[in-house]
């Protein structure tokens, strides 16, 4: 399910990984330096070129698996105005694009919150609860504005059999998402 790579994008001594990644978007609002406001080809030149375009009309759904991207032409060019890293597709198996795979090694089926959040602590941002209601938490990197969703309740339907040591199905702390806003959403809240 994973892909190892080298693991260049942080440096140091420690190989980066998949945590790094999300630590980085978190912080910087940014995937392998593409951010808000880029357009598709862009995009395609940073992740490539394998994945699935969803078209409306002046907007598309750009999905490669991990990252999803929304598009917008509002009166231009198409333009990405939404970021949101889909961590919990990785359980089924659901695709790292080649490129994260190299920048970053592996990635693995879950991402822990507490480890990311001790990742974002180190590259200098704080870590805020945003909305703690519900099933999912939301939590807020104030410094960039991207929301961090964790799966608080991963039986939220009471069935009762969640197993909560199989490591294919998601656990409470595991990250389910991180959403990179648009620029007027992030400066508005």
């Known amino acids: ?24 978007v978190a ?12 357009g598709p080809g862009l995009w395609e030149a940073v992740l490539g070129t394998d994945c699935l375009d969803d078209p409306g009309r002046g907007l598309l759904r750009r999905d490669y698996g991990l990252v999803e991207l929304s598009f917008a032409a509002d009166g231009g060019p198409l333009s990405c105005f939404g970021i949101s890293v889909r961590a919990h597709r990785l359980v089924h198996d659901q695709g790292v694009p080649p490129a994260l795979a190299r920048a970053y090694g592996e990635f693995t089926p879950r991402a822990r919150f507490e480890e990311v959040r001790s990742r974002i602590l180190a590259l200098g941002c704080a870590v805020e609860p945003d909305d703690l209601s519900g099933d999912v ?3 807020r990197v104030p410094e960039s504005g991207v929301r961090v969703f964790v799966v608080d309740d991963p039986d939220p339907y009471g069935d009762g059999d969640h197993d909560v040591h199989d490591p294919g199905l998601h656990q409470a702390g595991d990250i389910w998402s991180l959403s990179v806003p648009p620029a007027w959403w992030a400066r508005s809240r």
Do not use: K, Q, W
């Open 1 to 24: 399910m994973t892909t190892a790579g080298t693991g260049t994008a942080g440096g140091g001594d420690r190989p980066v990984s998949g945590l790094d990644f999300y630590a980085r």
């Open 137 to 139: 938490h939301r939590y």
């Open 27 to 38: 912080t910087r609002g940014e995937v392998l330096g593409v951010g808000i406001g880029s």
